[in-house]
């Protein structure tokens, strides 16, 4: 729509991961911690999941391809809480167009009679250009790649299972659903695994001539998700904040004329931003900010 191709673009953080690894949990404790919008691929309402259902049971290239118009339904809906809200916003997101591309080529199969099917892919011969980012897809502001040992992995999902028995709901490894019979969350073995994140890591921008277009190399942050919940939390909320502020404080420091209103006036650049938050009023009041419980103060 013309209302969201001129919003104020989102700040998106993507969370990456096999199942298993805790993507799902990092997604609710970071949107929680910083106030953000959670959101999934493709994305998740009673319309969505009804059709959904419909294409990962046809499976194959059926599903693929409904995977990776949520890509973009998801790009839409981001930009359109952008342009409502009048500013950016961040949003935490659990898989986009990196898993798409990732499971897709990684799932190469070529049937075998004797012992697991193997891919007749070589991930690492591969063109980068099988991996590059679709150039009418925004690229995400930060990736987070959660990487696991496959026996804590495999512990994960065991327990996982164990607690929802009883749910109809068939649980689906791959992304998107294909040769469920086949193989299950906690039988995968490590080798497919092993290619799944290859995948991921080789998943790359390409860069633009135009400067402005915010396209470059990938940010991408590997987190060691093999640690308690708390501490994979810890580890990736240093990896946002360091984005985020260059992201949301950058722009206003060193925009306008001469190098910058802000440039040698931090005080200045603090008081705007508490004023676009709403944080305190006009005048420099604070006010309470409900979200982090904090009382915000100038001088």
Same mark, same amino acid.
């Given at each position: 729509?013309?209302?969201?191709?001129?919003?104020?673009?989102?700040?998106?953080?993507?969370?990456?991961?096999?199942?298993?690894?805790?993507?799902?949990?990092?997604?609710? &404790?970071?949107?929680?911690?910083?106030?953000?919008?959670?959101?999934?691929?493709?994305?998740?309402?009673?319309?969505? &999941?009804?059709?959904?259902?419909?294409?990962?049971?046809?499976?194959?290239?059926?599903?693929?391809?409904?995977?990776?118009?949520?890509?973009?339904? %998801?790009?839409?809906?981001?930009?359109?809480? *952008? /342009?409502?809200?009048?500013?950016?916003?961040?949003?935490?997101?659990?898989?986009?167009? !990196? /898993?798409?591309?990732?499971?897709?080529?990684?799932?190469?199969?070529?049937? !075998?009679?004797?012992?697991?099917?193997?891919?007749?892919?070589?991930?690492?011969? %591969?063109?980068?250009?099988?991996?590059?980012?679709?150039?009418? =897809?925004?690229?995400?502001?930060?990736?987070?790649? =959660?990487?696991?040992?496959? /026996?804590?992995?495999?512990?994960?999902? +065991?327990?996982?299972?164990?607690?929802?028995?009883?749910?109809?709901? !068939?649980?689906?490894?791959?992304?998107?659903?294909?040769?469920?019979?086949?193989?299950?969350?906690?039988?995968?073995?490590?080798?497919?695994?092993?290619?799944?994140?290859?995948?991921?890591?080789?998943?790359?921008?390409?860069?633009?001539?135009?400067? !402005?277009?915010?396209?470059?190399?990938?940010?991408? /942050?590997?987190?060691?998700?093999?640690?308690?919940?708390?501490?994979?939390?810890?580890?990736?909320? +240093?990896?946002?904040?360091?984005?985020?502020?260059?992201?949301?404080?950058?722009?206003?420091?060193?925009?306008?004329?001469?190098?910058?209103?802000?440039?040698?006036?931090? %005080?200045?650049?603090?008081?705007?931003?508490?004023?676009?938050?709403? %944080? *305190? &009023?006009?005048?420099?009041?604070?006010?309470?900010?409900?979200?982090?419980?904090?009382?915000?103060?100038?001088?």
């Amino acid at each position: 729509s013309s209302s969201s191709s001129s919003a104020p673009p989102p700040f998106v953080v993507v969370v990456e991961g096999l199942d298993g690894s805790g993507r799902s949990t990092l997604v609710r &404790t970071l949107a929680r911690r910083l106030s953000y919008r959670a959101g999934s691929t493709p994305p998740a309402s009673s319309v969505s &999941t009804a059709v959904r259902a419909v294409f990962d049971k046809r499976g194959g290239l059926v599903a693929r391809a409904y995977h990776a118009v949520g890509n973009y339904v %998801l790009q839409h809906d981001m930009a359109d809480e *952008c /342009a409502r809200a009048g500013r950016s916003l961040g949003f935490v997101v659990d898989r986009y167009w !990196t /898993a798409t591309c990732a499971y897709s080529v990684a799932r190469a199969w070529e049937n !075998t009679d004797d012992g697991p099917p193997q891919s007749s892919v070589d991930i690492d011969g %591969l063109s980068s250009s099988v991996f590059a980012w679709p150039r009418d =897809l925004n690229p995400p502001n930060l990736v987070l790649l =959660l990487e696991v040992d496959h /026996a804590v992995r495999k512990r994960r999902v +065991a327990a996982s299972s164990t607690s929802s028995r009883g749910n109809s709901a !068939t649980p689906n490894y791959f992304h998107p659903g294909e040769d469920e019979d086949r193989l299950s969350m906690s039988t995968v073995p490590p080798h497919l695994a092993e290619r799944i994140m290859a995948a991921y890591k080789r998943i790359h921008v390409v860069a633009v001539p135009d400067p !402005t277009s915010g396209r470059g190399p990938l940010d991408v /942050a590997l987190v060691d998700a093999n640690p308690d919940p708390e501490a994979v939390a810890r580890s990736a909320l +240093a990896a946002v904040s360091e984005r985020a502020g260059k992201f949301f404080f950058e722009p206003l420091a060193f925009a306008g004329g001469g190098g910058g209103a802000f440039r040698s006036d931090p %005080l200045g650049l603090f008081l705007h931003t508490a004023r676009e938050l709403n %944080l *305190c &009023t006009a005048r420099g009041r604070r006010v309470r900010h409900a979200p982090w419980g904090v009382q915000i103060a100038v001088p």
